[in-house]
């Protein structure tokens, strides 16, 4: 129900766009969000949004990231500028069940097959 893509091989200080695509209607106006893992390392929240627009974001990507979805379009974005070899992992797409977020994956009922991001 979520296909991501946009992911690839950047260099340090580059940017990617990776985008979300909700198949079933409606479930992007729910709470979404982007989660990434890195091997070996636990799946963690990188932003979310929800469904009045409010958006929140990690500390670690706070200001280089951007969170953003377009309704109309079924589709969930995530602008990441400025990368650092720290932000590679796999980047999941989930959407909740309801219009307010929490930062936990089992808040998330829906999940993407993943998007691979590498910075080196």
């Known amino acids: 129900q979520l296909v991501e893509s946009g992911g690839g091989s950047v260099q340090p200080g580059g940017s990617l766009k990776l985008s979300c695509v909700a198949s079933e209607r409606g479930l992007n106006r729910n709470c979404m969000g982007w989660f990434r893992q890195a091997p070996g390392q636990e799946r963690e929240g990188v932003a979310s949004?929800?469904?009045?627009?409010?958006?929140k974001y990690a500390a670690s990507v706070k200001g280089r990231f951007t969170i953003s979805r377009d309704n109309a379009k079924n589709t969930l974005y995530l602008q990441m500028n400025s990368l650092k070899p720290e932000d590679t992992g796999t980047y999941f797409c989930?959407?909740?069940?309801?219009?307010?977020?929490?930062?936990?994956?089992?808040?998330?009922?829906?999940w993407g097959q993943g998007t691979q991001v590498t910075v080196s």
């Open positions: 949004i929800e469904s009045d627009g409010t958006a």
């Open positions: 989930a959407a909740a069940n309801v219009g307010w977020c929490l930062t936990t994956p089992h808040h998330f009922a829906y």
